[in-house]
């Protein structure tokens, strides 16, 4: 399952992952984009399914603890949300590869195969996040969400529900944009390197 | 103290940062985190400063949320209580030493090994070879992406598709940034798997040199950590 070649791809994944949190940093953007390189991972090594969920979950575990201990420690305990979104790309996104790489581009099936596979891995991604968010950070993590998590408060709601709510109001946004990145970014990898990426085959000498 | 002895030390403290409910149990757990700091015999101003970077911003945050929107704790609004300021400011309190307490182990952990290089730290921990060669790989291309972030995104400023404050033409152009990295990191990679890699041997290498650095046992201080990271998390539950 670990071949070189797709060792290689998590490792690039991985830092993908990493290097995007500078770039939104360096240009300043409202949004988060941490998990390009998860999604990118998973539609490089379909169809091999079982596969891309462990290689985008890889990627995307390493990239959070390298960035743990970097730049934001509290990165990691998101873990199982790394997880979600892997087995939703590798299951689902990656169902797009085709559509993704088409020449010309069809606009209509490309976007709306971004908007439904980023929304549905915003709504798992809202909903797996919500328990460490109430329990690490008491429903506040100090992004633009939580003042909809306050609005939802101040109604009376109860925490864990605000932050749900919060989160499905916010993430899909959030992953739309790193679905559409994943699927340019794998729109403009070339054919060797995907290629290197199906499994090995058995020597028959 | 080892790598091993480290991580041991930092996985226990957090446990305990996150099970310890009460202001006094998080600081019994403080204490003990900081005499690990000290124990570096390095300056940890730094360590203090980065974490309290972090968490300040945050708790900032949390005051305006809690204590100036909500003006009750979670408890309170779950048991249907009017609540009041002071019990959301406790909870604040909690969070954000929680939060502190997780930033600052894993920095004072870095003070033990403030001289070594990566490929050494990662030799000497107890993972299996596969993981250790995924995390040096990884190391290596992040260097290698933030220089191609740096090369493109001068290019793109001097070009003037993006700018070097927040404005809108970030948010329209900022995809050619990260797709100007990704072509110019995947042309390398490819380079270097398909040429570059199989003439140097240069995984064959890196195994060699993991395999060569075996982790070594825990050492005697390395289990006095461990003892003192159980005995303050047991502490802070009382």
Redesign the interface.
């Known amino acids: 399952m670990?071949t070189?070649?797709r060792?290689?791809a998590?490792?690039?994944c991985?830092?993908?992952n990493?290097?995007?949190g500078?770039?939104v940093y360096?240009?300043?953007?409202p949004i988060y984009l941490d998990s390009?390189g998860t999604i990118l991972c998973a539609l490089l090594i379909f169809p091999d399914r079982l596969a891309a969920i462990v290689c985008a979950f890889?990627a995307g575990f390493?990239?959070a603890i390298?960035t743990?201990?970097v730049l934001?420690?509290?990165l990691p305990w998101f873990s199982l949300t790394v997880l979600s979104i892997a087995a939703v790309s590798a299951l689902l996104t990656a169902r797009a590869t085709y559509t993704f790489r088409m020449r010309p581009l069809p606009v209509v099936p490309f976007a709306g195969k971004v908007l439904l596979y980023g929304l549905i891995t915003g709504v798992v991604s809202a909903v797996v996040s919500a328990p460490v968010v109430v329990?690490?950070?008491?429903?506040?993590?100090?992004s633009g969400s939580?003042?909809v998590?306050?609005l939802f408060?101040?109604t009376?709601q109860?925490?864990l529900d605000s932050v749900v709510l919060a989160g499905l109001a916010t993430d899909p946004v959030d992953k739309i944009a790193e679905v559409l990145?994943a699927a340019?970014?794998y729109r403009?990898?070339?054919r060797?390197?995907i290629a290197?990426m199906a499994p090995a085959k058995p020597s028959t000498a | 103290m080892t790598p091993n002895g480290a991580v041991a030390f930092a996985l226990l403290v957090i446990v305990g940062a996150m099970i310890a409910h009460d202001l006094a149990g998080l600081l019994i757990i403080l204490a003990a985190t900081a005499c690990f700091a000290l124990a570096s015999r390095r300056a940890i101003w730094s360590a203090l400063a980065w974490s309290a970077g972090i968490v300040l911003p945050l708790a900032l945050f949390m005051m305006v949320v809690w204590v100036g929107i909500v003006g009750r704790a979670p408890h309170e609004i779950a048991a249907g209580l009017e609540g009041s300021r002071s019990a959301a400011t406790m909870h604040v309190a909690i969070i954000c030493l929680r939060l502190f307490i997780i930033a600052f182990t894993v920095q004072a952990a870095f003070l033990h090994f403030a001289g070594w290089t990566p490929l050494r730290f990662v030799g000497a921990l107890t993972l299996p070879r596969t993981a250790k060669k995924l995390l040096v790989l990884t190391l290596s291309l992040i260097d290698t992406i933030l220089q191609a972030v740096d090369r493109a995104r001068t290019a793109l400023i001097g070009g003037g598709l993006i700018t070097r404050q927040r404005s809108w033409r970030n948010l329209r152009h900022g995809w050619i940034l990260v797709q100007t990295v990704w072509l110019t990191v995947i042309t390398i990679v490819v380079g270097r798997t398909r040429d570059k890699w199989p003439v140097e041997e240069t995984l064959a290498r890196l195994e060699g040199t993991l395999a060569a650095r075996v982790p070594g046992r825990l050492t005697a201080p390395d289990f006095g950590w461990i003892a003192l990271a159980i005995a303050a998390g047991v502490a802070g539950l009382r």
């Open positions: 670990l070189t070649p060792l290689v998590i490792a690039l991985a830092a993908l990493f290097a995007i500078n770039i360096l240009i300043k953007l390009i890889i390493i990239s390298l743990g201990l934001n420690p509290f329990y690490l950070f008491g429903g506040v993590t100090g939580t003042f998590v306050a408060l101040k009376g109860q925490l990145l340019l970014l403009a990898t070339p060797e390197f290197m």
